[in-house]
């Protein structure tokens, strides 16, 4: 079967690794050097799964530039483009899940479309009666950044927004191209599948946001917060997961998936869902004030990226926390080897670590490494438990 994947972001490779094992897939997107370096078996992003398969599997993938040549007798279309949340006009912006939409209805070929970026709720019906289409579904995805191929070979569950033939078949691609027995596969409408994305994101930054404020009351209230979390977390209705304090939520999901939830809250009463926005928020500025009273000249920041073995730093959290120094009239360095701009954000880049180390005063670590215990008595992290 030939699929098409439009879009290869940590959604978008993830899955045509993942179908390329027993089908043709065609990647599309609208980078070059993207397209070229997929087409030499080199990932364009950083995880060790899709690197793995990429050396060592037999993989009937190809990248292209070119839509209609993705496009053309596909059975399935995976629209993985990048959707963000525009906070200024309060609205998720879906224009290039809609670019993809508009390039497949205008090649006029018998082909599903299976939505897998993260959109609002109510989307795909918004679709089809924009459109007059009906060839279009949404199947939500649960990766995690640099694990993403992982995650697709041990799902937690499937999930698929229609009770359809053609639903079931989708499904049962991605679960036949698992390594995962008896995977859980769940059919519902794609309103249902949408919201299910969001909502499980935004508990997802819930619990990120309870284990930040505790620590943050640990560390005011001068409490070990490591010791408060390990009794919390032996509760097996708790457990020790997804517990590690932190900056902040953020990367590419979660930040953009709280707000949107929010929106959709428009007129529906809440008081949780606003909470876990402005928590972040709280969370940040608290960092910032932990590292003011410390009365630094220079502030080094330790990586941009958002955790371990990951190469992005998108809406990652110390980036509000440098916003917020640099408001305070504090100078920021930062030392992010996979950056080769000699600025980010008006903040010098430094690749020299010991460089770097001489002119910080302090040094903010989201995720704490072994670098840096050369200079432990300068470093400030909330990484309690050296895991993400």
């Not at 289409?133 to 191929?149: Q, V, Y």
């Not at 920041?301 to 990951?310: E, G, I």
């Not at 670098?371 to 992290?381: A, H, M």
Request: aromatic content about 10%; hydrophobic content about 40%; glycine content about 4%.
């Amino acid at each position: 079967m030939k699929i098409a994947v439009a879009g290869t972001g940590y959604v978008g490779l993830s899955i045509a690794t993942l179908l390329s094992q027993k089908n043709e897939v065609v990647a599309l997107d609208v980078v070059p050097e993207k397209v070229k370096m997929i087409n030499k078996r080199v990932s364009p992003i950083r995880d060790k799964e899709i690197e793995d398969f990429f050396e060592n599997k037999e993989l009937n993938l190809k990248a292209t530039l070119d839509y209609k040549e993705a496009f053309k007798d596909a059975e399935f279309v995976v629209i993985s483009t990048p959707t963000n949340y525009d906070d200024e006009l309060n609205h998720f912006d879906t224009s290039t899940v809609e670019d993809i939409i508009q390039k497949v209805i205008s090649m006029k070929i018998d082909t599903t479309m299976v939505v897998k970026s993260t959109i609002p709720v109510g989307f795909i019906e918004r679709m089809k009666e924009k459109y007059d289409i009906d060839n279009i579904m949404f199947s939500p995805e649960f990766l995690r950044e640099g694990k993403a191929l992982y995650d697709n070979l041990y799902p937690s569950r499937i999930i698929v927004g229609e009770k359809s033939e053609r639903a079931t078949k989708f499904a049962n691609l991605l679960k036949e191209c698992s390594l995962k027995e008896d995977v859980e596969v769940k059919f519902m409408n794609s309103t249902e599948a949408e919201a299910v994305k969001l909502f499980a994101n935004t508990y997802l930054a819930l619990r990120v946001s309870y284990f930040n404020e505790l620590d943050t009351y640990a560390e005011l209230k001068g409490l070990n917060a490591k010791d408060i979390i390990d009794g919390i977390c032996l509760d097996p209705r708790i457990g020790s997961h997804y517990n590690n304090p932190s900056f902040g939520y953020g990367g590419y999901c979660l930040p953009k998936d709280t707000k949107q939830l929010l929106a959709n809250f428009d007129d529906v009463p809440q008081n949780i869902i606003r909470a876990i926005v402005k928590a972040n928020r709280t969370r940040k500025r608290h960092i910032t004030d932990m590292v003011m009273d410390k009365d630094p000249d220079v502030v080094g920041v330790y990586r941009l990226t958002m955790k371990k073995d990951s190469d992005n730093f998108r809406a990652s959290a110390i980036q509000g926390v440098i916003e917020r120094l640099k408001v305070e009239g504090i100078k920021v360095v930062i030392y992010e080897p996979t950056l080769e701009a000699e600025e980010f954000n008006g903040c010098k880049v430094m690749n020299d670590f010991n460089r770097f180390a001489r002119k910080s005063d302090v040094i903010i670590a989201n995720r704490y490494d072994n670098k840096l215990e050369e200079v432990r008595d300068k470093v400030y992290t909330r990484d309690l438990f050296s895991k993400d």
